[in-house]
């Protein structure tokens, strides 16, 4: 059984400020995808990481997947309202079953 | 083009009532998902669909049942409703893996959501 787990589970920041979650398991992972959820909405795609060391830039966004393929982290550069969401890591532990998702990190941006 | 959706948004059952889900995307893809997200608990998968005509478990399948009669459809039956399954259900559609030249999993896309509250 693989173990995954995200920190913090909620996050509450002023606009501006910078912030890091993570996504952590005890398997290692052949990708793995970030999503973001609005409030009343499904998740949406924010990146897809591949590669061990990998690191993927989207706007104020920096997306980090680890050398060892057992983590990957979110780094969001002057945090905004708009950023304000559920952020979910989904590992693809086997590329042949379906993406298991962690609970999430709850970001609030106060403005 | 729609993506996908989901009927109803939200619904309200009484123990032991029986309803059934739909969902539909337009989007030509192969694979689709029902998954229930409930507070703490993040999305944890219920069933899947690799193509039409084929359904399979996913972590919590138990008090659900699925068909995938057509590609585009994929329903989602509760067949004796329990207030454990109060809870906001998604739907979600890809691509197979690997479609787009990389080892890694397609973009799954999801529908806006259906709010089941089980009195």
């Known amino acids: 059984t693989q173990l995954l787990e995200q920190s913090p589970q909620f996050l509450s920041i002023q606009e501006g400020e910078n912030l890091t979650v993570y996504c952590n398991s005890s398997s290692v992972f052949s990708s793995l995808q970030w999503y973001r959820q609005e409030p009343g909405e499904g998740p949406v795609l924010l990146v897809t990481v591949v590669t061990g060391g990998e690191v993927k830039k989207l706007k104020r966004l920096t997306f980090q997947f680890g050398d060892a393929r057992k983590d990957s982290s979110l780094h969001i550069t002057a945090a905004q309202p708009g950023d304000t969401g559920l952020y979910l890591c989904?590992?693809?532990?086997?590329?042949?079953?379906?993406?298991?998702f962690g609970k999430g990190t709850r970001l609030s941006v106060i403005a | 083009n729609a993506g996908v959706t989901q009927t109803p948004k939200f619904r309200v059952l009484k123990t032991g009532q029986s309803m059934t889900l739909l969902c539909a995307q337009d989007m030509n893809h192969e694979y689709m998902y029902w998954y229930r997200q409930d507070p703490g608990m993040g999305l944890r998968l219920i069933h899947y669909?690799?193509?039409?005509?084929?359904?399979a478990k996913g972590e919590v399948p138990d008090g659900y049942n699925v068909s995938r009669l057509k590609k585009q459809n994929f329903l989602l039956g509760l067949e004796s409703a329990a207030p454990s399954q109060t809870s906001v259900y998604f739907c979600?559609?890809?691509?197979?893996?690997?479609?787009?030249?990389?080892?890694?999993?397609?973009?799954?896309?999801f529908g806006p959501g259906t709010r089941l509250l089980v009195l």
């Open positions: 979600a559609s890809s691509k197979p893996p690997g479609t787009s030249g990389s080892r890694a999993q397609e973009t799954q896309y």
């Open positions: 989904a590992p693809d532990f086997s590329g042949n079953t379906p993406l298991v």
């Open positions: 669909s690799v193509g039409e005509g084929t359904t």
